[in-house]
């Protein structure tokens, strides 16, 4: 029940924006009576931030086994800022800057996935990558991700293709 719960969040904070996104909505769509939503995640901000971390950790031990072999490069952090976990998320930062309960259900929710992206950037990069490397390349691909939204494809990519052989070179000791 928390898994659909936490599923039918996201594909609410997606769907919707965070301001669309309703407790009533994402019990609907888990399939579940308010009464045991509300058992689970007393509040509209605990249930979707828990979905967000729940995308956080899962997305995290996706990219821990696929990059297991030392061949990762700075694609592995505009990868992590994409998809429906990137676009969670973003709502959430966004929601965030204008409401203080979901600000303040936000700032440990971030700080773990901080210190989740230093720790699997360490994990991943060895000793390939600083932590000063790994922190200046987060916000790169933060940033990267924040501007795609407003890029077609094709810009997207050529820009990509263009800053990563530079980006690469200067955070990696390759």
Known sequence: MRARLLDAAIGCL???GYAGTSTQEIS????????????HFPTKESLVVAAV?????????EMLDAH?????????????????LFYAALELWIAARTDPALH???????????????DGGAAIFGDRMSPEA????VELARGLAVSALFRNNTTDR?????????????VTDK
Request: proline share 4%.
């Open 14 to 16: 997606i769907d919707n």
């Open 28 to 39: 609907r769509r888990a399939g579940v009576s308010r009464g045991a939503q509300l058992h």
């Open 53 to 61: 971390e729940h995308l956080v950790e899962q997305r995290l031990a």
């Open 68 to 84: 297991t072999d030392g061949s990762a490069g700075v694609e592995l952090f505009l990868d992590a800022f994409s998809g429906p």
């Open 104 to 118: 303040a259900a936000v700032l440990p929710l971030e700080a773990r996935v901080n210190e989740a992206i230093r």
């Open 134 to 137: 790994i922190e200046i390349s």
């Open 158 to 170: 050529e820009l990509r293709e263009r800053l990563i052989p530079i980006w690469e070179a200067m």
